[in-house]
């Protein structure tokens, strides 16, 4: 599943990278980037964690021609006085006036790097409602593509953020040995909510290669499972099942006798 969605084939909507101090999930982010550029799309980048520079590296020269980097890394607070990017800038309206300001008539892949900066910056109900603006699509943007540094926020916060995701990809790290040639970079879990309503979900073990290709080394036999349906669950259970596996949590709770 994570391949198919790196693919792009999976359509639009907002994809959530969800990471933390144990695994960090920025290569798997540029695997995203990768992609895009080599389906010829134009990739525009709100960065605040790292430069451009940093973020280009690695990246295929030719391809990487594409990526418009909108740069809140050098003066995120505006106390330089530098006039990029800053926090207080960021809003969908801005940023579709920024993305409209390229020639290109091609609709772009936005990467917000990260989240969690703006998040510790700017109400999270404003974040999250920029982040729906923008993922329904129209306006030269075809899906946003955002890390989160989960450890950084509290859980309702990071909840709110994963509710409004049509996918949410979970890095964490790998437990014991994983046979194969390339050194696996940690275990994905994949959670995608489908145009039906249901949740499909997949567990990988990953690697990402030094060109920020992403190889899956195995999987780890949840492929593609609905939500938990258990015999006598009413329709409104069911809901209340997948949401609660949307955000994490157990999907499965004890009934009452």
């Not at 790292?50 to 505006?78: C, K, M």
């Not at 109900?125 to 593509?145: D, F, P, Y």
């Not at 069911?238 to 949401?243: C, E, G, H, R, T």
Request: charged share 25%.
């Amino acid at each position: 599943m994570l391949v198919e969605i790196i693919q792009g084939t999976e359509g639009g909507g907002l994809i959530v990278i969800k990471d933390s101090s144990e695994c960090d999930g920025r290569s798997l982010l540029k695997g995203f980037i990768k992609a895009a550029l080599q389906r010829n799309e134009p990739v525009h980048v709100v960065g605040f964690e790292v430069s451009e520079n940093e973020l280009r590296t690695g990246l295929d020269s030719g391809a990487a021609s594409r990526l418009v980097f909108h740069d809140g890394y050098s003066d995120p607070l505006q106390w330089l006085g530098q006039g990029k990017l800053s926090v207080q800038d960021y809003s969908a309206q801005n940023t579709r006036n920024r993305i409209s300001q390229t020639d290109d008539p091609k609709l772009v892949t936005l990467i917000i790097d990260s989240l969690s900066w703006l998040l510790l910056h700017t109400p999270p109900t404003a974040v999250c409602q920029s982040l729906q603006e923008l993922s329904r699509g129209g306006m030269k943007v075809k899906r946003v593509i955002a890390l989160l540094h989960s450890d950084l926020h509290e859980q309702g916060v990071v909840g709110s953020v994963c509710h409004v995701a049509t996918a949410v990809v979970t890095v964490t790290p790998v437990s014991g040995s994983v046979s194969g040639e390339a050194e696996p970079n940690g275990i994905v879990r994949t959670l995608q909510r489908r145009k039906t309503g249901k949740v499909s979900q997949e567990e990988e073990c990953y690697s990402v290669r030094e060109d920020f290709s992403v190889q899956i080394l195995r999987d780890l036999g949840t492929k593609k499972q609905p939500a938990p349906h258990r015999k006598g669950e009413t329709k409104q259970e069911v809901i209340i099942a997948s949401a609660s596996l949307w955000r994490g949590e157990n999907p499965l709770p004890a009934r009452r006798q």
